[in-house]
Each structure stands twice: as C-alpha cells, then as structure tokens.
C-alpha cells in the first residue's frame, strides 16, 4: 500500500494487489493494518517535484489519504500515516520532502 505502488501517476490509482490482499485478510478472518500514507521512501516520481511548495503538497497529500482511506473505509483497522518520520541514527526529524517542506508539521 506504498503511495508509489498506489499512485504512481498522480490522480490515477492501481489498487490491485491492494485489494487482493485486503480480499485475502477478509476471506481468512484476518485484520488488515493500512501501510503507509506517508513516508519518505517509495514516493511517486510526481512528488519530488513539489519540494518547496508547501500548499500544492499539502493538497496532493490530503487527496491521496482522503482517496486511499477512502477506498478502504471499514476494511482496515488501522493506519500508519507517518511512518518513520525520525531518523534512527540521531533521533532527529529524518530528511525527507515532508520535512523539508514542512518542518515537523506534517507529522
């Protein structure tokens, strides 16, 4: 459920293997657990060119959470929406567009 593997080209979805494996949880009895809405590896090519520009990511961000949730509204039971926002090594906010443009406000 990587935004890359979701949304490669901005706007248009794949949902695919998505929904086989969310197909394949409910099938068996198993919860499925949403991963990831953003996270600074495995990021569409599109993204890269919106570094700086605070309110058009801040939109692309909002579309793809309210899209991809939306598309499994009562099939997952939790999301991981920020994942690994900070770096193992120091302990400080990672490096990533998101950081960049936002600081830690997109946490």
Same mark, same amino acid.
């Given at each position: 459920? *990587?935004? =890359?593997?979701? !949304?490669? @080209?901005?706007?248009?979805?794949?949902?695919?293997?998505?929904?086989? #494996?969310?197909?394949?949880? !409910?099938?068996?009895?198993?919860? @499925?657990?949403?991963?990831? #809405?953003?996270?600074? /590896?495995q990021l569409p090519s599109y993204i890269a060119g #919106?570094? =700086?520009? *605070?309110? !058009?990511? /801040?939109?692309?961000? *909002?579309?793809? @959470?309210?899209?991809?949730?939306?598309?499994?509204? =009562? *099939?997952?039971?939790?999301?991981?929406?920020?994942?690994?926002? &900070?770096?193992? =090594?120091?302990?400080? #906010?990672?490096?990533? &567009?998101?950081?960049?443009?936002?600081?830690?406000?997109?946490?």
């Amino acid at each position: 459920m *990587k935004w =890359g593997s979701l !949304e490669a @080209i901005k706007g248009q979805y794949n949902w695919g293997n998505a929904d086989k #494996l969310v197909a394949y949880a !409910e099938q068996h009895n198993m919860k @499925i657990r949403g991963h990831t #809405l953003i996270w600074h /590896e495995q990021l569409p090519s599109y993204i890269a060119g #919106l570094e =700086g520009k *605070k309110a !058009e990511l /801040e939109q692309v961000i *909002k579309d793809h @959470i309210n899209t991809v949730v939306g598309h499994f509204k =009562g *099939k997952i039971y939790a999301w991981d929406v920020v994942n690994e926002a &900070i770096d193992d =090594g120091s302990g400080k #906010l990672r490096d990533s &567009i998101f950081s960049r443009t936002f600081n830690s406000s997109f946490i």
